[in-house]
């Protein structure tokens, strides 16, 4: 049975900085595609950020230069750290993962930005 567990959302102030964690059982992260979306109030889920088994990450434009993926292969855990963050940033943020992007995924962490 595959988990994906987020956790580190928060409340944070605009310029501010957080860590998201992805602790994935069920499935090796570093064998497989990982990503981070997010879903905005009204708004339609969007990939956020993206690392494969094999190959360079990918950015979203809107967070490129401000937000890093990495994983950690032995804690099986992939994170998202969030700096300079902007109001525009605020949302649920969800961990997925599998052979593709989609193919399973966490309960989300919410994450808002605001003063």
């Known amino acids: 049975q595959v988990q994906l567990v987020e956790s580190g959302g928060g409340l944070v102030q605009p310029g501010g900085s957080l860590r998201l964690s992805c602790a994935a059982s069920?499935?090796?992260?570093?064998?497989?595609?990982m990503g981070w979306y997010r879903q905005a109030p009204g708004k339609e889920r969007e990939l956020v950020a993206v690392?494969?088994?094999?190959?360079?990450?990918n950015y979203a434009d809107s967070v490129k230069g401000r937000f890093t993926i990495s994983r950690d292969n032995a804690n099986n855990t992939v994170y998202l750290q969030m700096n300079s963050l902007k109001p525009e940033d605020t949302a649920v943020y969800y961990c997925?993962?599998?052979?593709?992007?989609?193919?399973?995924w966490g309960q989300g962490t919410r994450v808002t930005v605001s003063s």
């Open positions: 997925s993962g599998g052979r593709y992007l989609g193919n399973y």
């Open positions: 069920g499935i090796i992260v570093s064998i497989n595609v």
């Open positions: 690392i494969p088994s094999v190959g360079s990450t």
